[in-house]
């Protein structure tokens, strides 16, 4: 079955998210890679203030995924993804319109808070709709948004041509766009209260420690994930002389993803269990990370480049074999009415994680005098992935992925969306 084909499969709600993922990766994509330049040159900001601008947009959606999660399950994911995409426009149109440092920094918090907000409630509506197809549904999501990080910064070099205020207004619009499609087209669900207070419902997940293991040992997911942006390219850069390089790298995973993803997931989903396909793709990814330190550096730019592409492969296939599995894992630990909170979770704190593995890597490479990328980073970035395969693999063989049974669920109060 093909892409579209798949995605006429789904109800009318996952469509839309789906499509909806690809708007939103375009938008955030189209500004985001070229704000630390333009606070630089155009508003003349030094270094290390443009690190706290970026910090704090970092710090507010890292560090609120778990208030996102939580508001999903108490006032319905529809009205929270809305309230992100709408927090997103403000956020990218407050880049466009001010220079001044400190609605530079509201924008950067409302950038990151509706992220908080938009993600892990995304999430909580496709595992609520797909319901048997979830991992279907997840690697769908997966395929148009990888469409939608290539889009971005594509629209946005040529948005820039003009001015970095056309390139912030129009990702704005984008978002506005998306907010409006949601609002006017995207259903309620039910809502199911875990009849609880919130600090009760952060207390039930932080005490559950299968669910604290699973989301450590899902970390390196994210911390390797993000090296596609950061010690790949400056690799491919470094032993080529030739910034299109980090293109192809981009084009590369890109077609890779909306090749293989379904026909992938599908293949897996029928013959593997859960736990075998995320401790394998977790393997894949950490192994790629060796190849780049093979010594070809007699070779022409075009061969010298070919570690590091098989590098990116290899990556993306490790991410699209454990993404839609563990994304699918997720609602199976959570209770009636925490599907939300258990999402916010895993990304705050697989998120942290990942942060401490990027600064250690970026610490590596920061040092290495423009060298390329030192040995030390790849054999880190490689032990990352395969100690989290093993992670998964020791959860795996004690049972720790297959949740114990629910307790039965207290009273529960069902209404429409938006009433907690």
């Known amino acids: 079955m093909n892409t579209w084909a798949t995605l006429r499969s789904f109800p009318l709600p996952i469509r839309l998210l789906v499509v909806n993922q690809l708007g939103v990766?375009?938008?955030?994509?189209?500004?985001?890679?070229?704000?630390?330049?333009?606070?630089?040159?155009?508003v003349?900001?030094?270094?290390?203030?443009?690190?706290?601008?970026?910090?704090?947009?970092?710090?507010?959606?890292?560090?609120?995924?778990?208030?996102?999660?939580?508001?999903?399950?108490?006032?319905?994911?529809?009205?929270?993804?809305?309230?992100?995409?709408?927090?997103?426009?403000v956020g990218f149109g407050l880049f466009a319109l001010s220079t001044s440092l400190p609605l530079l920094l509201a924008a950067s918090i409302l950038s990151g808070l509706a992220g908080a907000l938009f993600n892990p409630a995304v999430r909580t509506y496709v595992a609520q709709a797909a319901a048997d197809r979830r991992a279907e549904a997840f690697a769908l999501f997966n395929v148009f948004a990888s469409a939608g990080a290539l889009l971005?910064?594509?629209?946005?070099?040529?948005?820039?041509?003009?001015?970095?205020?056309?390139?912030?207004?129009?990702?704005?619009?984008?978002?506005?766009?998306?907010?409006?499609?949601?609002a006017v087209w995207l259903p309620a669900?039910?809502?199911?209260?875990?009849?609880?207070?919130?600090?009760?419902?952060?207390?039930?997940?932080?005490?559950?420690?299968r669910f604290l293991a699973f989301s450590v040992a899902l970390a390196g997911m994210f911390a390797l994930q993000t090296q596609l942006y950061l010690i790949l390219p400056v690799q491919a850069e470094h032993v080529t002389g030739?910034?299109?390089?980090?293109?192809?790298?981009?084009?590369?995973?890109?077609?890779?993803?909306?090749?293989?993803?379904?026909?992938?997931?599908?293949?897996?989903?029928?013959?593997?269990?859960?736990?075998?396909?995320?401790?394998?793709?977790?393997?894949?990814?950490?192994?790629?990370?060796?190849?780049?330190?093979?010594?070809?550096?007699?070779a022409p730019p075009a061969l010298r480049l070919l570690p590091v592409l098989a590098a990116a492969v290899l990556l993306t296939v490790g991410v699209m074999i454990t993404q839609p599995f563990v994304l699918e894992l997720i609602p199976t630990f959570a209770g009636p009415g925490l599907t939300g909170t258990y999402f916010g979770l895993f990304y705050l704190v697989s998120g942290i994680l990942a942060a401490g593995c990027t600064a250690a890597v970026g610490a590596a490479v920061g040092g290495s005098g423009g060298a390329g990328v030192p040995a030390a980073a790849w054999l880190l970035t490689a032990g990352v992935g395969l100690a989290s395969a093993g992670a998964v693999w020791l959860l795996r063989r004690g049972g720790l992925l297959t949740p114990a049974p629910a307790a039965p669920a207290a009273p529960a109060a069902a209404a429409s969306a938006g009433v907690s």
């Open 25 to 42: 990766n375009i938008g955030f994509y189209l500004l985001l890679p070229y704000l630390a330049g333009y606070l630089a040159d155009d």
């Open 44 to 89: 003349g900001l030094s270094a290390a203030v443009i690190g706290v601008v970026l910090g704090v947009r970092n710090l507010s959606q890292q560090g609120l995924f778990l208030l996102g999660g939580s508001a999903a399950d108490r006032l319905g994911a529809r009205g929270v993804i809305i309230a992100g995409c709408a927090l997103r426009a």
């Open 189 to 209: 669900q039910p809502v199911t209260s875990s009849a609880a207070t919130v600090w009760q419902d952060w207390r039930t997940g932080i005490a559950d420690r």
């Open 242 to 298: 030739q910034p299109v390089a980090v293109a192809v790298l981009f084009v590369v995973s890109t077609v890779v993803t909306l090749t293989l993803q379904l026909p992938l997931t599908g293949w897996l989903h029928r013959r593997v269990s859960r736990g075998t396909s995320i401790t394998a793709g977790m393997a894949v990814m950490g192994a790629g990370f060796l190849l780049p330190l093979l010594r070809v550096e007699s």
């Open 152 to 182: 971005g910064p594509l629209l946005g070099s040529a948005l820039l041509l003009v001015d970095f205020r056309v390139a912030a207004l129009t990702a704005a619009a984008v978002f506005a766009a998306l907010t409006v499609a949601q």
